[in-house]
């Protein structure tokens, strides 16, 4: 047997149990294949179950408003990957009728769909030979034919590019697909891979070499920028509600159209009053002779990102009772069971999670 009958024969006797493999739905197989991008299978069946729950069709999430797809999404980080989703779904439902299109190229084109997404869709969905490249298909093919280059350099690249589309069975080739990603997920693992029960261990040179620990090969990775967030809660008491003041990221940053606590960053992680006195929010607090003092750091987070490294400190700035003045731009005062329905980062929510019976009790 070949490298392609091994792989299918395994598939078929080893193959994981996933809902999305229930059927060929294109909107299915999308709706995974996003939600799996940067996300481990564990948290993200719960979100998919979710998903599909709220939206059952691309025609519903079409109609959803993007604040109810982030708010959803909250937890899974990336958060461009569920703006993209919901711009996507909807251009389906307006140029293509709510069918998605039925080749890689048109695939390809939609917002949100690189590559390995529009191969897996176009092979899954529509039985078109297209193989998808990830990190898991990578590792398998760098380790058996035992590739000691950086394997992401364009040059090798390519060269597992090809090598992967030589080797997919065109009648096959969504099956082929999601057995590399299965052999690269349960045996071909980064580290130390189980070889003893690999089906492609014979010809393997990594494995007939004694390197498969040692591949793939990467060069160094990016090195990470670091910021210092600092994040007020504003809180105040209008008749029996409390209240705090919202902000929506609007910038083109990270979190991108989430909500979040009003928020200074600074380029280290001193905060002056000669800086805090320049954000909108507190000259106008400064201005109406309200104490802007933090009455101390409440809690600090360091939370890392790909490419950047979040320095977090949140304080706490209690206000007069019914003080609450309207504000220029994105600031909105929302009680605590709105704020808690509107999509935010992780870190915020994690934050605001710790005043939850200062809030809910009136």
């Not at 160094?220 to 008749?239: A, D, I, P, Y």
């Not at 979040?260 to 009053?273: A, R």
């Not at 005062?333 to 808690?340: D, E, I, K, P, Y």
Request: proline share 6%; hydrophobic share 40%.
């Amino acid at each position: 047997m070949n490298f392609t009958s091994r792989l299918l024969k395994w598939y078929n006797e080893n193959k994981r149990d996933l809902p999305w493999r229930e059927s060929r739905e294109p909107y299915k197989i999308w709706l995974s294949e996003i939600i799996l991008q940067q996300t481990r299978i564990v948290q993200g069946l719960a979100y998919y179950h979710r998903f599909l729950d709220k939206f059952p069709d691309i025609q519903a999430l079409a109609d959803a408003s993007e604040d109810d797809v982030l708010s959803l999404w909250q937890g899974l980080g990336y958060y461009s990957r569920a703006r993209n989703l919901h711009y996507t779904a909807r251009e389906i439902a307006e140029r293509y009728g709510g069918k998605f299109p039925d080749n890689y190229k048109d695939l390809l084109e939609l917002k949100g769909i690189g590559p390995y997404t529009a191969a897996a869709l176009a092979s899954i969905a529509f039985n078109k030979p297209h193989a998808t490249i990830d990190g898991n298909v990578t590792r398998v093919l760098a380790r058996y034919f035992g590739i000691t280059d950086p394997v992401n350099e364009t040059k090798i690249k390519n060269q597992i590019s090809e090598a992967a589309n030589e080797l997919i069975d065109p009648q096959l080739p969504g099956m082929f697909n999601q057995a590399m990603m299965d052999l690269g997920a349960t045996i071909c693992k980064p580290g130390k891979p189980s070889c003893n029960i690999c089906p492609l261990n014979n010809e393997c040179v990594a494995r007939v070499k004694g390197i498969e620990e040692i591949i793939p090969v990467k060069t160094s990775k990016v090195k990470q920028r670091e910021r210092f967030f600092h994040f007020f809660l504003l809180h105040t008491h209008n008749g029996n509600e409390r209240l705090l003041l919202t902000e929506k990221r609007e910038q083109n940053d990270i979190w991108k159209n989430l909500y979040q606590l009003p928020l200074i960053e600074t380029p280290g992680v001193e905060l002056t009053k000669k800086v805090m006195i320049q954000h909108p929010v507190l000259d106008r607090l400064i201005s109406d002779n309200i104490p802007v003092i933090p009455e101390g750091r409440v809690q600090h987070y360091s939370h890392v990102l790909t490419h950047q490294r979040l320095q977090a400190f949140f304080y706490n700035i209690p206000l007069p009772s019914d003080y609450y003045p309207n504000f220029d731009g994105a600031y909105n005062w929302v009680t605590f069971g709105a704020f808690q329905k509107l999509g935010k980062p992780i870190l915020i929510a994690r934050f605001i999670e710790i005043f939850r019976d200062f809030f809910e009790n009136k």
